[in-house]
Antibody
């Protein structure tokens, strides 16, 4: 059974930093493309960024609102995905979901989702 | 700001059929990218409901179906049940130079009367 368990959320002041983790199990993590998706309170879903598997280059890509502030990384030896968030803004307040990402030419979707971790940016 | 437009809400009585539309543009759905649908039950994480326009993952009841045409897609729920009350989001990929690449719809709340 695929499991994605996020941790690391909490309350942080504007301008601060936070690192989220996502522990994966039930599939071959090293072969998977992974992504982060967030949801502000009462709002819709927003893609944050993704990281390819190391076999596919291990490169990252980010949504415009977080580019230059957020960094996605992975430790395949620990089956863990990370999201380093710097220079946090109040508008970054959201539940952050870790997901697997399937990419095959025209077919690109989020297969499995974690339960999410809440990040609150407030003074 | 969502790139894909959905109606804010739809409702129906148990057993009825409801449909949710998802309207995009020539840089996403109209460019040929598949549409996928997610169900978010109250207080829970989203779950993949339909992938590749019309395919159901294992375990998803066949009363859920999807279709795509031109720059739009639709999700249909036939034989509506109380447990279908949830938020539904469509998702595709956008090839425009600016903006997010993996785009979601605005979301639709389904209410079972």
């Amino acid at each position: 059974e695929v499991q994605l368990v996020e941790s690391g959320g909490g309350l942080v002041k504007p301008g601060g930093s936070l690192r989220l983790s996502c522990a994966a199990s039930g599939f071959t993590f090293s072969n998977a493309w992974m992504s982060w998706v967030r949801q502000a309170p009462g709002k819709g879903l927003e893609w944050v960024g993704r990281i390819k598997s190391k076999t596919d280059g291990g490169t990252t890509d980010y949504a415009a609102p977080v580019k230059g502030r957020f960094t996605i990384s992975r430790d395949d030896s620990k089956n863990t995905l990370y999201l380093q968030m710097n220079s946090l803004k109040t508008e970054d307040t959201a539940v952050y979901y870790c997901t697997t990402l399937i990419v095959a030419t025209i077919r690109r979707f989020f297969d499995y989702w974690g339960q999410g971790t809440l990040v609150t940016v407030s003074s | 700001q969502s790139v894909l437009t959905q109606p804010p809400s739809v409702s129906g009585a148990p057993g009825q059929r409801v449909t949710i539309s998802c309207t995009g543009s020539s840089s996403n759905i109209g460019a040929g990218y598949d549409v996928h649908w997610y169900q978010q039950l109250p207080g829970t994480a989203p779950k993949l409901l339909i992938y590749g326009n019309s395919n159901r993952p294992s375990g998803v009841p066949d009363r859920f179906s999807g279709s795509k045409s031109g720059t739009s897609a639709s999700l249909a729920i036939t034989g509506l049940q109380a447990e279908d009350e949830a938020d539904y989001y469509c998702q595709s990929y956008d090839s425009s130079l600016s903006g997010s690449k993996y785009v979601f719809g605005t979301g639709t709340k389904v209410t079972v009367l």
